[in-house]
Nanobody, 126 residues
Framework: QVQLVESGGGLVQAGGSLRLSCAAS????????MAWFRQAPGKEREFVAG???????YSADSVKGRFTISRDNAKNTVYLQMNNLNSEDTAVYYC????????????????????WGQGTQVTVSS
């Protein structure tokens, strides 16, 4: 089992920044590909950004150039730095983990992820 706990959400004005953190415990963190997803009211959960075991990152077009995902294997933590936020970024943000046999494996689909955090609310006011 992997336990994931998100933090760092909150209320921010449009154009502002937030940094989300996801602390993992329970298994060897660096064996897992990690990702952030989000879900706005009435919408499906969508992929935001992911990071491979060896630190390779990839993100959705909607956040490219504004959001950056990173991981610190020494701290068992993955981060999502969010800049230039707008109202469309308002959602509950979830951290997810998936065991990856390869250091460069990445996943975009929520169904590929076995472990999820409880979510943290991000609200952007205009």
């Amino acid at each position: 089992q992997v336990q994931l706990v998100e933090s760092g959400g909150g209320l921010v004005q449009a154009g502002g920044s937030l940094r989300l953190s996801c602390a993992a415990s329970g298994r060897t963190f660096n064996n897992y590909a990690m990702a952030w997803f989000r879900q706005a009211p009435g919408k499906e959960r969508e992929f935001v950004a992911g990071v491979t075991r060896n630190g390779g990152s990839y993100s959705a077009d909607s956040v490219k150039g504004r959001f950056t995902i990173s991981r610190d294997n020494a701290k068992n933590t993955v981060y999502l730095q969010m800049n230039n936020l707008n109202s469309e970024d308002t959602a509950v943000y979830y951290c997810a983990a998936s065991y990856a046999y390869s250091t460069s494996t990445y996943y975009h689909s929520a169904s590929d992820y076995n472990y999820w955090g409880q979510g943290t609310q991000v609200t952007v006011s205009s």
